[in-house]
């Protein structure tokens, strides 16, 4: 029997003709979120807080059309995020200079954001010292806000720089450590080809027992 490990799973040839039935069934499941919620919800592929796990069944689906094991529909758009390129505002304009120490800004606040892929300060905001204080903060209330809203605690963070780019210097300040560097694939790479940036990669433990914790110990979790 034929099985395929992918995201953290096993599927088994039986759960694959599954995935393929749903594929193919074109008039209930017309596109690909469609395709990846409904597996999610026949193979109870849930998250801990009990929503389907979305994301990591698009990326599977998506590795085994790659490899042959399943066919799926093409994107509807070009893109695949139906979403148009934002138009571009004063919002943007470079605004006054913001100079000083991060203690003497009451107006900073942190705010939690979904699917943050970059972090970002703005040439004019001149605080010194104020990405490692930000980062500090930070992994202060991450494992709390993750649990409130994922029903999960994490117990890492992880970052990844781009060498050719960047230095890593606010994670270095903020304790983060490196311990190693990419090899240059991407996540969906099935092939080595190696053409995508090296970077460097910073964790940063929010549990003393993170390891036992990830390894799948008493107090861990699993796929």
Same mark, same amino acid.
């Given at each position: ?18 995935? #393929? =039935? ?5 008039? $209930?499941? &017309?596109? @690909?979120? +469609?395709? *990846? ?38 994107? #509807? =758009? ?5 979403? $148009?390129? &934002?138009? @571009?505002? +004063?919002? *943007? ?28 300060i703005l040439p004019w905001v001149r605080v010194r010292n104020l990405a490692s ?91």
């Amino acid at each position: 029997m034929r099985e395929v490990r992918c995201c953290g799973r096993t599927f088994t040839e039986s759960e694959l003709e599954l995935i #393929r =039935r749903i594929a193919a069934d074109r008039e $209930r499941h &017309p596109h @690909r979120l +469609a395709i *990846s919620r409904a597996v999610c919800e026949q193979l109870g592929w849930l998250r801990p807080d009990g929503r389907v796990k979305d994301m990591s069944a698009r990326v599977a689906l998506l590795r085994m059309h790659r490899d042959g094991p399943i066919v799926r529909p093409p994107p #509807r =758009r070009e893109n695949n995020n139906g979403r $148009r390129r &934002p138009s @571009r505002t +004063a919002a *943007s304009d470079p605004g006054p200079a913001v100079e000083g120490a991060p203690r003497d800004l009451s107006c900073l606040r942190l705010r939690p954001a979904v699917n943050n892929a970059r972090f970002l300060i703005l040439p004019w905001v001149r605080v010194r010292n104020l990405a490692s204080w930000v980062l500090g903060r930070l992994a202060k209330r991450m494992a709390d806000d993750g649990e409130r809203r994922y029903a999960c605690r994490p117990v890492l963070l992880e970052t990844f720089v781009e060498r050719d780019r960047f230095r890593g210097t606010c994670y270095r300040a903020a304790n983060w450590s490196r311990v190693g560097q990419t090899q240059g694939r991407g996540k969906l790479d099935r092939r080595k080809r190696y053409d995508q940036p090296a970077k460097e990669i910073f964790p940063y433990p929010l549990a003393n027992n993170f390891r036992e914790v990830l390894a799948g110990g008493p107090e861990g979790f699993r796929e």
